[in-house]
C-alpha cells in the first residue's frame, strides 16, 4: 500500500516537473505556459516529491524506506518519461 | 552518456586569446570525459550487459528454481519453522549419521523447501566432501528433484562466470565494475543538461533518439545503477583488497574471529569422542523466534551432533532488515543452552553488512524486489542502448559503410552477440531443463553446457549473417523460445500455466508470464528492426532488385531512426 500511493504520488510529482519544461508544454498543451505557472509546478512537483519521501520513511523507516523511495523516484520518471513519449507519438 | 562531437566546453582556455598562433585546442574536461566514458563503456560492455541480465533475472532466482524443480510441489502454507527444522534434524540423524558438520536452511515463502549439506566422514571414500539433499517440509523426508542449478547458475554466473576459475571470474567482475563505475562518473560530468534534459525524447532522429533514449534509461535509475555497482564491489572487497587482512590478522583465532563478523557458518572444532544425544533443535528454533519473531530463522547448523562437544548454531534470516551481517545464537548441542549470542557486530563489518545486503535486496518485499528488478532491467538496457550506440555513431562516418573496418565490425557482431544473443541462451537454459533426459549424466552441468553452446552459436550466427538479419533472427528465436516457453512446460509437466495460476502459484506462474512479457519485448525489438528496413528500402526499390541487398543498414542504424 505504501509502495502503491508513494509510487503514484512520485508520478503525479515528476508529470508536474516535466510539465515545467517548455519542451513538455510544447508537446503537451502547443503552447509555453506563463514563468508563474511554470514554477508553481515546479514547487509542486518538488514537494510531491518530498511529500512522498516522508510517507515512505514514515511508514519503513529511513534504510528501507530511502531504498524503496530510490524505486519508486526511477520508476515513476520512467512511467512519465513514456506516457510523454506515447502523447507525441499519438499527436504523429 | 551525451558524448557532443563537437564539445562547446572544449573551446580553448588561456593560450588562445594572446593573438599569437593559435595552438590547437585544449580538450575540455567534458570531451575529454566523454572519451573516457566512451571507451571504458565499450572495453568491458558485453561483459557488463551480461552481468547487468543474469544479475536483473537473479533477484528472482528463488522463483527460477522452483520453477526448474517441478518436481517439488507448490506448499500453499508452510508448517512451523521449528517444527520443520526439528523434523529434519531427525532425519539427518539416519541420512548423514556420523557426519561432523550439517547445515539446514529453513524453507520460506520463496524458497518452499528445506535443503541440508553435511560433510561425508572421509573414510567414507567420497571424492566431494560435501554432501547435499532436499526435504519436504511437511514430512521431513529427503525429496527427489531433477538435477539443476536453477536460478543459482544465474546469480552465479554474474559474478564470476563460468569455465574459468572462480578466483579469475571473480577478478574479471571485479574489473568490469570498476569500469562501469569510471563510466557512470564520466557520464554524469558527460552529460551536460542531466535537469533541462530530464523529460528529452526526440523521436526518429537517429543517433539523437539513442542518446536521449541511453540518457533517461541512466538518469531515471541513477541512485541505483551507482549503488549496485559500488556494492557489487564491496561484496568481493576482501577478494580484491587481502592486504589489510594480511597486515592485521595474524592468528588463527583473529582468523575466526574476522569470519564471525562476516558470516554465520559454524566451523567444526575439535569432536569430544563422547557421544551425547542432540538436544531438541525445535526448541532452539523457537528461542530464536523469540527473540527475532517468528518466520525470522534462515539456517540451522550443527557442529559434531551427536557429540559431547556438540554446538548448533540459529541465524537470522535476512527479511526485514538491510544488513546482511550475521546475527544469530549458539547453543549449546547437549543442554540446548544459550552460550553465545550474536546480535551485532562491529561498525566496518556493519557498513560492509549493509552494503552487501543492499547490492543483493533481500530484505524486501515484493514490492521492493519488483523494484529492483525493474530498475536493474533499465541499467541493462543503459549498458545495451551505450553498445549501440557505439555503432551507430561512427557508421555515419564510416568511409564506405558497405565494408566498415575491422574494429567496427567486431564491436557490431560482439553487440548482436550479446544483446540479442545473451536472452535466448538463457531461455534455452529453462528449455534443457525441461528436455534433458532425467538419467542424463551430470545433467545440471548439461543444462549450463547448452546455454554456452547456444551462446556460440548465436556469435557464430551474428559473425556469418548480415548484421540486420541476424539481429532480427536471434531476438525473433529467443521470443519464440520464451513465448513457447508455457507450452514447452505445459506438455513436460503437469503444471501448467493455468494451474498454476488457479492453485495461486505466483512462482510458478510467475516465471512464464514475466518471460512472455520478454517474448514480447524481444519480439518488438524484432519488428522495429525489420520494420526500419522497409522504410529505408522503400525509395530505393529498383536498386534493391538490380543491386545485392544493400548489406547490413545493421540493425543499430535499423533501430536507430525506426518510426
Partial sequence: MTHFASLLICVGAFAALAMATERAQQDVLERTLSRDATRALRIIGWALLLASLAIVVGAQGWGLGLVSYSGHTSVAAGLVFLGLIARQRRKG | MSAPDHSPHATPDAASG??????????GLRQTMSDLHIWTGLLLGWFLFAMFLTGTVSYFKEELSQWMRPEIAHQADQPEAAVVAGRIAKTLETVAPGTTQWSLRLPDERHPIANAFWRVPPKDGAKRAFKDANFDPQTGLKVAARETPGGEFFYRFHFQFHYMPVAWGRWLAGLAAMFMLVAIVSGVITHKKIFTDFFTFRWGKGQRSWLDAHNALSVFGLPFHLMITYTGLVTLMTLYMPWPEMAGIESPAMKRQLTSEMNAFLQPAKPSGEAAPLASIEAMVREAERRWGPGSVARVTAANPGDAAARV??????????????????????????????????????????????????????????????????????????????????????????????????????????????????????????????????????????VFIVWALALAHGVLRPPRRAWIELFALGAAALALLPVLNALTTDRPLWRSLAQGDWAFAGVELVGLAFAALLAGLARRVARHRLKGARPGRARAIGTPARPAADTAAAVEGAR
Fill in chain 2, 18 to 27: 594572446t593573438g599569437a598562433r593559435v595552438p590547437p585546442a585544449p580538450r
Fill in chain 2, 313 to 450: 548454531a540459529i541465524a537470522r534470516g535476512e527479511g526485514g532488515r538491510l544488513s546482511m551481517s550475521p546475527q544469530y545464537l549458539l547453543f549449546d548441542g547437549v543442554s540446548g543452552r544459550v552460550v553465545e549470542e550474536k546480535q551485532g557486530v562491529g561498525a566496518a563489518a556493519e557498513t560492509r553488512g549493509v552494503m552487501y545486503g543492499l547490492h543483493l535486496g533481500r530484505f524486501g518485499d515484493g514490492a521492493t524486489r519488483w523494484l529492483y528488478f525493474l530498475v536493474s532491467l533499465a541499467g541493462t538496457a543503459m549498458v545495451g542502448t551505450g553498445l549501440v550506440m557505439w555503432t551507430v555513431k561512427r557508421r555515419q562516418k564510416l568511409a564506405d559503410p558497405e565494408r566498415p573496418h575491422l574494429g567496427f565490425r567486431i564491436v557490431e557482431r560482439l553487440n548482436i552477440a550479446a544483446i540479442a544473443g545473451l536472452p535466448l541462451a538463457m531461455a534455452a537454459m529453462l528449455w534443457a531443463n525441461r528436455l534433458l533426459p532425467l538419467d542424463l549424466a551430470r545433467r545440471g552441468e548439461w543444462e549450463i553446457h547448452v
